[in-house]
């Protein structure tokens, strides 16, 4: 993810006038944090309902990894055309 932002950043400013380039880095900022926080509660969530443990880290963990594959795969598709 940490890859992700400087060119996220630029293609984000880049895309909107001058003039409001405040506001679309401003908005990939904001969706960066919705995003980190939904994905800490979804994965603590899945950890919870393993009672905690092992298996539970294991599974969140697990499910964190083919999230950011899922996220990495579908921008390559979307941007490499």
């Not at 995003?35 to 905690?52: D, E, I, P, S, T």
């Not at 969140?60 to 795969?73: F, N």
Request: hydrophobic letters at 55%.
């Amino acid at each position: 993810m940490g890859f992700a932002t400087g060119p996220l950043m630029g293609a984000a400013v880049g895309a909107v006038p001058a003039a409001r380039s405040g506001t679309g880095s401003a908005v990939i900022n904001v969706a960066r944090m919705v995003g980190a926080a939904l994905g800490v509660a979804a994965l603590g969530a899945v950890y919870a309902a393993f009672r905690g443990g092992p298996e539970g880290l294991r599974l969140a963990t697990v499910c964190g990894g083919v999230a950011q594959l899922s996220g990495a795969a579908y921008a390559w598709r979307t941007t490499a055309a």
